[in-house]
């Protein structure tokens, strides 16, 4: 964990599930908030799953993968503590198999980082807010805003990334655009003066 001293027992670690545009209508929501609507549904099932008073639902990684509840947990550093259940049941409590997919990441971390799952690694749901649930239009070629002339939504903010390095990945794809169309306007304008020239000649 992300102590000083790096003497923590304890892992300051998450599991990201990606959840589309379509996934949003497939859980019933639609309009530009729909991300926001399935975020508080979410919540609001992990709420309820803890028992209130902000106690968090947990399940083992064990217990996850072998579709289960776990009835004991090992200790944790969240306060105000945890409450051993299925965490798959509030994952697709909103109409989208995330629980399947995010077994699927942990299998194949279990296959290449042996070790990665075991009986106190414990999955704590859920963190909902890991990037913005709004997601700005964005013409796919060209990643410009098709209402906005000169706005590429991009990143974390724009709905495009999901953390640091995905984020910085869409930046990239952003200035390679900017990059072209400003080209591509020196190349008009230059051909302009040209044209211009050739005339007053």
Avoid at 41 to 54: K, P
Avoid at 140 to 153: K, Q, V, W
Wanted: hydrophobic share 40%; charged share 20%.
């Amino acid at each position: 964990m992300s102590l000083s001293r790096r003497d923590s027992p304890y892992a300051n670690s998450g599991l990201v599930v990606g959840i589309e545009p379509g996934d949003w209508a497939k859980a019933g929501f639609s309009g530009a908030l729909a991300g926001v609507q399935l975020q508080r549904q979410l919540e609001r099932a992990a709420f309820t799953a803890g028992g209130g008073a902000l106690v968090a639902p947990a399940t083992r990684a064990t217990d996850f993968l072998a579709r289960r509840a776990s009835s004991t947990l090992p200790e944790s550093s969240y306060i105000p503590g945890l409450l051993a259940t299925d965490l798959a049941e509030v994952l697709d409590s909103v109409g989208v198999d995330l629980a399947r997919r995010l077994r699927a990441a942990l299998s194949r971390f279990a296959r290449s980082m042996p070790g990665y799952v075991s009986e106190e690694a414990v999955l704590i749901g859920v963190e909902s807010r890991t990037s913005s649930p709004v997601r700005v239009p964005r013409d796919a070629l060209s990643l410009a805003s098709p209402e906005i002339d000169g706005l590429y939504p991009a990143g974390e903010g724009g709905g495009y990334a999901g953390g640091i390095v995905s984020a910085a990945l869409d930046g990239m794809r952003i200035a390679d655009a900017l990059a072209t169309r400003f080209a591509r306007a020196s190349d008009a304008f230059d051909s302009s003066r040209s044209s211009e020239g050739q005339r007053g000649q």
